[in-house]
C-alpha cells in the first residue's frame, strides 16, 4: 500500500510539474506574440507618421515655391492642411504606442511642423523661410528614437 501511495504522488508530482512547465512556456509564446504584434503596430505608426510629416513639408515647399513663381498655392496649402489633419490624429496613435523618449522627439517634430504651417500659411514666406525651420534635423531625433524604441541596431 505504502509503494502504491508513493508511487501515485510521484505521479502526481510529475503531472504538475509537466502542467507548469506547459503553462510556463505557453505564456511566454504568448508574449513574444504579443510583443511582436505591437512591434509590428509601432513600425506601422511611425512609418505612416513620418510620411505625413514629409507630405506637409513637400506641400509646404510647393506653395512657397508656387508664391515665388507668383502661381496659385492654394492647391498646395490646401493638400498641407489635409495631411496636418492626418497628422493629428496618426500623433495620437504614435504616443500610445512609442516608448518616452520617441514619444519626447515626436512632440519636437510637431512643434517644427507647427513653424512650418505658420510660415507656409504666410503669404510673404517662400522657400528660403520654409527651409531656415530645422524640421529635418528634428526627424532625425525621431527616426533614432523610434529604432532605439523598436531595438532596431544601426548598422
Not at 489635409?82 to 512609442?98: D, W
Not at 510673404?124 to 525651420?133: C, D, E, F, K, M
Not at 525621431?142 to 548598422?155: K, Q
Request: aromatic share 6%.
Amino acid at each position: 500500500m505504502a509503494t502504491q501511495i508513493i508511487t501515485l504522488i510521484g505521479v502526481l508530482v510529475g503531472a504538475l510539474t509537466s502542467f507548469l512547465a506547459t503553462a510556463a512556456a505557453e505564456r511566454a509564446k504568448f508574449r513574444r506574440e504579443m510583443t511582436t504584434r505591437w512591434d509590428e503596430r509601432k513600425l506601422d505608426t511611425y512609418i505612416e507618421y513620418v510620411s505625413c510629416i514629409k507630405e506637409i513639408q513637400r506641400a509646404a515647399m510647393e506653395a512657397g515655391q508656387a508664391r515665388e513663381e507668383d502661381k496659385d498655392a492654394s492647391g498646395a496649402l490646401a493638400e498641407m492642411e489635409s495631411s496636418e489633419n492626418r497628422r493629428s490624429i496618426l500623433f495620437e496613435a504614435f504616443v500610445l504606442l512609442s516608448d518616452e523618449r520617441a514619444a519626447t522627439a515626436a512632440h519636437a517634430v510637431n512643434q517644427r511642423t507647427w513653424d512650418l504651417l505658420r510660415a507656409a500659411r504666410d503669404q510673404s514666406s517662400g522657400v528660403p523661410a520654409l527651409r531656415a525651420i530645422p524640421l529635418v534635423e528634428t526627424l532625425n531625433v525621431l527616426h533614432e528614437a523610434a529604432r532605439s524604441d523598436l531595438a532596431i541596431a544601426r548598422g
